[in-house]
């Protein structure tokens, strides 16, 4: 499939139920999702989705992860209020990642901060380069 | 680590040394590198990379990642001249994922896209959104 997509021209249309049957999940079925900001570009995350995750995902139009810590569905937002509303949903080339342009309510990370890349790194020395949102 | 870094304020400094050691490398001692575009925000590639290649990314100041594949370090751009310059490395709050702000040399897709994800999933379809740089 992915070999058949790297030489697919613009317009080209395939089946998506083929394509996220195909993926490369990991030995646990994930594979790793990407949420961007789809307003303000900015990275917001990344964590891990199964199949199922993934179809709810397009379905609802709200992204759903796989908690690898709590070894359950994580709806983003679910608690938080938090949400990730799905604009668009993207694989790439090899089938082996996921980027989920959304729009964000509120802060993505935990700790508060709009996103979870807040640790910028020098040969030396990390500094923490942004702050909690409230 | 990253409890502590899960508190941290801004302009706190850390060793990169000990962020590095403590990033939580999977059982082939690898992490997801997202690679964006620091001047417009695209999404270019997600690769992997051990802890040598990210001191070697921050040291020469040009992304190198682990190809899983060749099971070998890969010089982005070594071969084909598409470089990726390092703007800035950042990790995300739990320590499993790193962000690489890059200016790109021509495409980083092995496509010759500028991303790699260039295929868009709906509901039913999926759609080839862009086409090869040359």
């Not at 397009?58 to 992204?63: H, S, Y």
């Amino acid at each position: 499939m992915f070999k058949q997509l790297e030489t697919a021209s613009k317009g080209d249309k395939l089946l998506t139920a083929d394509i996220l049957q195909q993926l490369k999940y990991n030995a646990d079925g994930l594979v790793p999702v990407i949420a961007q900001d789809v307003e303000s570009g900015q990275v917001l995350m990344m964590a891990w989705a199964n199949q199922q995750a993934l179809e709810e995902t397009l379905t609802t139009g709200r992204v759903c992860y796989w908690s690898r810590s709590r070894q359950s569905y994580w709806r983003k937002g679910e608690s938080s209020g938090h949400q990730q509303q799905l604009h668009s949903l993207r694989v790439d080339c090899d089938g082996d990642a996921v980027l989920a342009l959304v729009k964000q309510t509120g802060p993505a990370c935990h700790t508060n901060r709009r996103s979870c890349f807040y640790i910028e790194l020098s040969t030396t020395e990390a500094v923490i380069n942004s702050e909690p949102l409230c």
